[in-house]
C-alpha cells in the first residue's frame, strides 16, 4: 500500500472514530463543552445601511460607471440607478461589499485595472 493511502485510510479512521466519540458523547445528554472545545464568538459585521448619497458617492469614489459598479456588485445597472435614486435600497450583501470597497479602495482599484482588457487599460490611462 502507497504512503498516500496509508494517509488517506490513517484520515478516514481519524474522522470516523471522532464521529463516533461526537455520537457516543451526544447519546449520553451531557452537554458537548463536558468532552470537547466548544467556543463561541461574537462577531459585529453588521454592514452599515447605505441611502442614495452613500451608494453614489461610494461608486464614484471608485471612479465607475452605474454599469461597471453593478458589475462588481452583480447585480443590474437598473438597481444601481434605483439605489442612487432613493427608489430602492441595496441588499445587505451589497451593503457588506460596499462596506469593504470604502475601506480597501486601492485594493479594488488594482482588481478593476486588472480585469479589463488591455486594449481598454490603454483607453483608462
Known sequence: MSN?????QTLGEEIVDGLRELSETVATG????????????ELKL????????AVRKT?????????IFAAILAVSPECIEKWEQ????????????????NEHRDHWTDVLMKS??????KIMA
Open 4 to 8: 498516500k493511502k496509508k494517509e488517506m
Open 30 to 41: 451531557k452537554p458537548l463543552s463536558a468532552k470537547f472545545t466548544v467556543r463561541t464568538v
Open 46 to 53: 453588521e454592514p452599515r445601511q447605505y441611502d442614495a448619497l
Open 59 to 67: 461608486r464614484e469614489e471608485l471612479q465607475v460607471s452605474q454599469a
Open 86 to 101: 432613493g427608489r430602492g435600497e441595496p441588499s445587505r450583501t451589497a451593503c457588506r461589499l460596499m462596506d469593504l470597497i
Open 116 to 121: 479589463v482588457r488591455p486594449n481598454a487599460e
